[in-house]
T-cell receptor, first 117, second 115 residues
Framework: DTGVSQNPRHKITKRGQNVTFRCDPI?????LYWYRQTLGQGPEFLTY????????KSRLLSDRFSAERPKGSFSTLEIQRTEQGDSAMYLC???????????????FGPGTRLTVL | AQTVTQSQPEMSVQEAETVTLSCTYD???????LFWYKQPPSRQMILVIR??????QNATENRFSVNFQKAAKSFSLKISDSQLGDTAMYFC????????????FGKGTLLTVNP
């Protein structure tokens, strides 16, 4: 078990460019969550998957954002036509499902820090 | 809607002393879970401790313990024998089935442990 991994760790892009981030969850975890964290704030929920199905999207996730989780394994988060306001840390977390607290505990990756110039 | 409030933006403590971080929350769910996460500077979010709402006993993990007051909707974190490595941002978070188990975070408390 190597934990949740995210790539790239840092991304600098120019306004208007498209970017894609990848998250690899803990292997047996069937739930995967994306959060956004701006400086000095707690993470805010963006979207989540159970296996390959995207079951909820936040209103924060504008139509420029899209997320996928093909085959219920890794996930990608794409931002099209980036804006300076998209600059943030994008965090991925994974968990199991079940009936006890241990099942619903989310484990986080190191995040991808996006800077839009 | 769920909310989490951390009213202490910053705190400091001397090494080896004890410190308590405060958190209050609001939810309409009966079955929910509370967490404290630690985020050291430029490092990833790490789970510190978890509390299931249906459990009356307060959770403990080594030097970390919580004071869970369900009626008051309060969930404070006590760190005993503080160490320099405890310096970090601490986030209180809440999840429940009614929210698809997504986490709702507070704004965090920056804890500095001084030598």
């Amino acid at each position: 078990d190597t934990g949740v991994s995210q790539n790239p760790r840092h991304k600098i892009t120019k306004r208007g460019q498209n970017v894609t981030f990848r998250c690899d969850p803990i292997s047996e975890h069937n739930r995967l969550y994306w959060y956004r964290q701006t400086l000095g704030q707690g993470p805010e929920f963006l979207t989540y998957f159970q296996n390959e199905a995207q079951l909820e999207k936040s209103r924060l996730l504008s139509d420029r954002f899209s997320a996928e989780r093909p085959k219920g394994s890794f996930s990608t988060l794409e931002i099209q036509r980036t804006e300076q306001g998209d600059s943030a840390m994008y965090l991925c977390a994974s968990s199991l499902t079940g009936t006890s607290g241990d099942w619903h505990t989310q484990y986080f990756g190191p995040g991808t820090r996006l800077t839009v110039l | 809607a769920q909310t989490v409030t951390q009213s202490q933006p910053e705190m400091s403590v001397q090494e080896a002393e004890t410190v308590t971080l405060s958190c209050t929350y609001d939810t309409s769910e009966n079955n929910y879970y509370l967490f404290w996460y630690k985020q050291p500077p430029s490092r990833q979010m790490i789970l510190v401790i978890r509390q299931e709402a249906y459990k009356q006993q307060n959770a403990t993990e080594n030097r970390f313990s919580v004071n869970f007051q369900k009626a008051a909707k309060s969930f404070s974190l006590k760190i005993s024998d503080s160490q320099l490595g405890d310096t970090a941002m601490y986030f209180c978070a809440l999840t429940s089935g009614g929210s698809n188990y997504k986490l709702t975070f507070g704004k965090g408390t920056l804890l500095t442990v001084n030598p």
